[in-house]
């Protein structure tokens, strides 16, 4: 029987999840667990990389994040999760990865310059943070996957994953520069390389408004502007209700924009209704229905999403020793295929000396 394809993600222990992530990426991790091999990391080591004053809470997300996982559907049974910072071959994979990455290129990746604005590090980000691609790089290429399902943000660090997977498969293992890359393996390479999936929303945006450049900033557990997978209906109805929309639209008679607007990206998103959608939004474009009614409408939707979630989160926060047992176990496992990974590394590169 021919072995599953792989698929590697993951998250930063920086909070708890929210809509953007379940959109972004849980969401066809769920889907794909029964045709795939699933390791999920739960990135702590990149969550310090802006939580160095925090260390405590970042220890605890770690918790969080697998609770979230449990609560969406991921199924320790088929998938494994484990913990960054337990996977000493990753830190190995890291040092020798940075070799091959020209500095100045680390400095052109639009990611790092955005988060570097939107989190307000300012001119004090750590070495650490701006390595911290490179690092994911390595958590990446450790288990040797085929397919990394991300949100849109990933896409710089992925587009560094390939290159960093063909430079080393043409340097140590001999493969030639021209082939391509769904070949890299049948010619030799060590390293896939590797495909994004992207989810169905690729970015989805926050409950806040625009950001000082004056468009709608992501949904970010480091922005303040999220509904999380274990907010109650309460706390679901009170952001909804309070979400930013139209700005012009002062009066509910007014005629009101639909493009650009959260209150409709949430609903074409998450309203499985879309005969609704489509007829209310043209209301809206008239004038004719009003925000609140829209926004009731709303949280219906998601916390008949939610709801499921937060049921199951609570059945496995009476048993936290589990919850650790099972990432425990996935960590266990984890680091068998990464230090396979680091030995044939090691061994491409001639360093292998026992
Ligand atoms: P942080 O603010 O700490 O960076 P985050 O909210 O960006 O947290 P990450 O842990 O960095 O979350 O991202 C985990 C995964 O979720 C990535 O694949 C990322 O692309 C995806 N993701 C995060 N936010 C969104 C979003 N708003 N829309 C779609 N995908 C998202
Ligand atoms: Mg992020």
Redesign the pocket.
């Known amino acids: 029987m021919k072995a599953k394809p792989r698929i590697l993600?993951g998250?930063?222990s920086?909070?708890r999840l929210?809509l953007?992530?379940y959109?972004?990426?849980l969401e066809n991790r769920i889907n794909m667990q029964d045709d795939y091999d699933c390791y999920f990391i739960i990135a702590n080591i990149q969550a310090l990389t802006?939580r160095l004053d925090r260390p405590a809470d970042v220890h605890q997300n770690v918790m969080e994040v697998m609770l979230d996982y449990l609560a969406a559907g991921i199924d320790p049974k088929k998938s494994t999760v484990f913990i960054q910072s337990e996977i000493p071959a990753i830190a190995e994979l890291t040092v020798f990865f940075s070799l091959l990455v020209p500095c100045p290129r680390l400095m052109r990746n639009p990611t790092i310059k955005d988060e570097i604005r939107d989190k307000g590090l300012g001119d004090n980000y750590s070495m650490g943070f701006l390595m911290y691609p490179i690092s994911q790089v390595a958590d990446i290429l450790a288990f040797r996957p085929e397919v990394v399902p991300?949100?849109?943000?990933?896409i710089p660090h992925l587009e560094l994953t390939r290159e960093v997977a063909r430079r080393f498969n043409q340097l140590f293992c001999h493969v030639d520069p021209h082939t391509e890359d769904a070949d890299y393996l049948s010619k030799g390479g060590l390293f896939p390389i590797i495909e994004a999936k992207l989810?169905r929303?690729?970015?989805?945006v926050g409950i806040n408004g625009p950001g000082p450049d004056g468009s709608l900033l992501?949904?970010?557990?480091?922005?303040n502007n999220a509904i999380y997978l274990s907010d109650d209906p309460d706390t679901i109805k009170k952001k909804v209700m309070s979400m930013y929309t139209d700005p012009n639209r002062l009066k509910a008679t007014d005629k009101g924009q639909v493009e650009n607007n959260p209150l409709w990206i949430f609903h074409e998103t998450f309203n499985p209704d879309k005969a609704w959608v489509h007829d209310a939004e043209d209301r809206y474009r008239a004038g004719t229905i009003g925000d609140v009614e829209c926004k009731r409408k709303l949280v219906d939707v998601l916390v008949a999403l939610i709801e499921p979630m937060r049921a199951r989160r609570s059945q496995y926060e009476k048993d936290l020793h589990q919850v650790k047992t099972l990432l425990r176990e996935g960590t266990a496992n984890a680091n068998e295929l990464a230090n396979q990974t680091l030995l044939l590394a090691k061994e491409a590169m001639h360093q292998r000396y026992f």
């Open positions: 993600t998250d930063t920086t909070g929210h953007g992530h959109v972004g990426s802006t991300v949100g849109e943000d990933q989810g929303t690729r970015r989805l992501k949904m970010s557990k480091s922005l």
